[in-house]
């Protein structure tokens, strides 16, 4: 016998058939159908909001509003004065330090700051500079082309 899809059904058992309210005392769903007495949720296209109380101010509106996060913090990167070694040729810019991941891909702007020790001389470029790691580059014997101090 081929199968035909106007005659597929669901298996036997896997289907509850629905409840049918309001079909007299006896059935236990008669009368107010399951609902309770009274009240909002008891009539017809009654509802509320979510965080609807009642018309008392909802504790959301209650609640002090407190914190913000910057989404501009997420695209400016600290950059510390030991991850600057991680360049291969020494010339460091903001897409040699993307491609070491040093800073993420999604970076717009990165600062060098005094934190760590550098050993090997530098040419740093298009990146701003605190000046005590202005200081510790120079003593290492690196360069900061076109410094924006920081």
Known sequence: MRMRLNTIKPGKGSKKAPKKLGRGIG?????????GHKGQKARAGGYHKVGFEGG???????????????????????????????????????????????????????????????????????????????EAIQAAGGTVTAPVAA
């Open 56 to 134: 008392q101010m909802p504790l959301q509106r209650r609640l002090p509003k407190v914190g913000f996060i910057s989404q501009k913090a997420s695209l400016s990167v600290e950059v510390r004065l030991h991850e600057l070694e991680q360049v291969p040729d020494g010339i460091v810019t903001l897409e040699a330090l993307k491609l070491v991941s040093v800073i993420p891909a999604k970076a717009l702007k990165a600062k060098v700051i005094f934190s760590g020790k550098i050993t090997k001389p530098v040419t740093i470029t298009g990146l701003k500079v605190t000046a005590k790691a202005l």
């Open 27 to 35: 059935s236990g769903l008669g009368k107010t159908c399951g609902k």
